[in-house]
């Protein structure tokens, strides 16, 4: 069974940083693009960050371009998002994704597998 546990958020002051991960397990995820998504309360989710399954190809939403930075590991089958430079209106819950396919996608309904998310909180 496939399982996708994100960790690292909490509470952070603006300005701050935090960096997420998302380890996988059930099956290896190196010929999969992976990807951020975040949902804040009375909001749709939205797509933060993408990755390849090489790590070489990223996708950035133009909100987080510049302050956030998605990575693999693929040893460790382990996804990161760095977040520097935090800002109130990114509080949500964050979640990772994976899907069976090579191609980095930024719709929700193209992934196939989902962690159960991280809450992130930004204080001003």
């Known amino acids: 069974q496939v399982h996708l546990v994100e960790s690292g958020g909490g509470l952070v002051q603006a300005g701050g940083s935090l960096r997420l991960s998302c380890a996988a397990s059930g099956r290896t995820f190196s010929n999969s693009a992976m990807a951020w998504f975040r949902q804040a309360p009375g909001k749709e989710r939205e797509f933060v960050a993408a990755?390849?399954?090489?790590?070489?190809?990223?996708n950035y939403a133009a909100s987080v371009k510049g302050r956030f930075t998605t990575y693999r590991n693929s040893a460790k089958n382990t996804m990161y998002l760095q977040k520097n430079n935090l800002k109130p209106e990114d509080t949500a819950l964050y979640y990772c994704?994976?899907?069976?396919?090579?191609?980095?996608?930024?719709?929700?309904?193209?992934?196939?597998?989902w962690g159960q998310g991280t809450q992130v909180t930004v204080s001003s």
């Open positions: 990755v390849g399954w090489s790590g070489s190809c990223t």
């Open positions: 994704a994976a899907r069976n396919s090579v191609v980095v996608v930024t719709m929700p309904s193209r992934y196939d597998y």
